[in-house]
């Protein structure tokens, strides 16, 4: 009896301490409290140039500034979207009393395995001995997996990847497993995409263009449409492509000729986010649909319906609000809350948009349901600039 006693007084002891501890986290202040007695200093880590990953950094420094982390500020347009030189204008322009852009701390491996390596082990080495980073923005896939471990316990938040729980990044959708790692994600997301997807267009057989990696699957989110297809009683039909890579035409040239292997052989194409799509890639993606007949989903949103796929699932009010949340995060991290005891779950409302002009290429009839369920139309197909 005195056993038994003893196991439920320590999981109650077990369960107060897990509920205080998220309780606290939640409850530090997500906007500044006092002045430190020096700035926050942080470091940036991508994997490579990816046009999410500058839109994230944007709105994350827009999420800091509606906070009071960062002074208001506007910022020039920049080509391409680029992160680097987003980074130098953040470092050089930004007035805060309580954080910094590092300027030496922006770090890319450029798609490349073996600069992965060396810009990972260099990155930890400058954590553990320089000592000069209070905390860093690991943006993407690569990214997350190089430091959500205990190699260093400097403060990372991980963004803008597709699925950190099935990539590795975390152990749970509520817990990163690390002390110091916190990470943004939306987990119904991908299932949702799929499903509107399915729903709208009723195909049988759905083609998904990935690299057959852990990274590729991830961006994909290959485990979730297998389980959404054996709910839904669809056949996924793969193709490899390259995606991570430092070989842009190759990986263009690889998401090509998928494209025109799938085309003859599904009946709708979900065009994944990876390297090989871009704003290069994809008008001649959209020829080879509207040749063949195929409805595209485009994962990576809005941009791409714009040039020509036919559907996406996108953020009602942008990424805005997601950047936000990651900056209430921030915010709350510089005030003493632990990374691993926040919540990771961003939880969005999303919107479907269509591009009309590529319905009508493709001859789909666009009936009453299927035009109520888009909230946002375009009726021409846009040429990249």
């Known amino acids: ?100 852009f590092v300027a030496d701390g922006y770090f890319s491996a450029g798609w490349d395995e073996i600069v992965r390596k060396k810009v990972r082990n260099s990155l930890i080495a400058r954590f553990n001995h320089s000592k000069d980073i209070d905390m860093v923005f690991a943006v993407g896939t690569w990214a997350g997996q190089d430091l959500a471990n205990n190699l260093h316990h400097v403060p990372t938040v991980v963004i803008s990847t597709s699925d950190p729980l099935r990539s590795g990044i975390i152990h749970t959708s509520d817990d990163s497993g690390y002390d110091h790692v916190f990470a943004s994600y939306d987990p119904s997301l991908l299932s949702q995409q799929i499903q509107v997807f399915h729903e709208l267009i009723e195909f049988k057989k759905l083609g998904v263009l990935y690299e057959n990696t852990l990274s590729g699957r991830s961006y994909a989110g290959m485990d979730l449409i297998e389980q959404v297809s054996a709910e839904l009683e669809f056949e996924i039909v793969p193709c490899y492509t390259q995606s991570d890579i430092a070989d842009q035409q190759r990986a263009d040239q690889s998401v090509l000729e998928c494209f025109n292997k799938l085309a003859q052989k599904v009946d709708a194409i979900f065009v994944s986010a990876q390297g090989g799509v871009n704003a290069k890639s994809i008008p001649k993606l959209v020829k080879i649909a509207n040749r063949y007949g195929i409805p595209t989903f485009a994962q990576n949103g809005e941009q791409e319906v714009r040039y020509g796929l036919l559907l996406s699932l996108i953020p009602r009010s942008g990424i805005g609000p997601e950047g936000l949340f990651v900056a209430d995060n921030v915010g709350k991290i510089i005030n003493g809350a632990i990374p691993h005891n926040l919540k990771q779950r961003f939880e969005g409302s999303f919107s479907v948009v269509m591009n009309m002009k590529t319905a009508e290429k493709i001859g789909l009839y666009v009936n009453a349901d299927l035009l109520a369920a888009a909230d946002k139309l375009y009726w021409q197909i846009e040429i990249p600039q």
């Open 1 to 100: 009896m005195r056993k038994k006693k003893q196991g439920i007084f320590i999981w109650l002891v077990l369960c107060c301490s897990v509920l205080t501890a998220s309780v606290s986290a939640e409850n530090f202040s997500t906007r500044p409290q006092a002045k430190p007695d020096k700035p926050w200093r942080i470091a940036y880590y991508q994997g490579g140039e990816y046009v999410s990953y500058y839109d994230y950094l944007y709105a994350t420094a827009k999420g800091l500034s509606q906070l009071g982390w960062i002074e208001p500020f506007y910022l020039p347009d920049f080509p391409n979207k680029d992160t680097r030189k987003l980074w130098q204008w953040l470092s050089n322009n930004i007035n805060s009393e309580y954080l910094e």
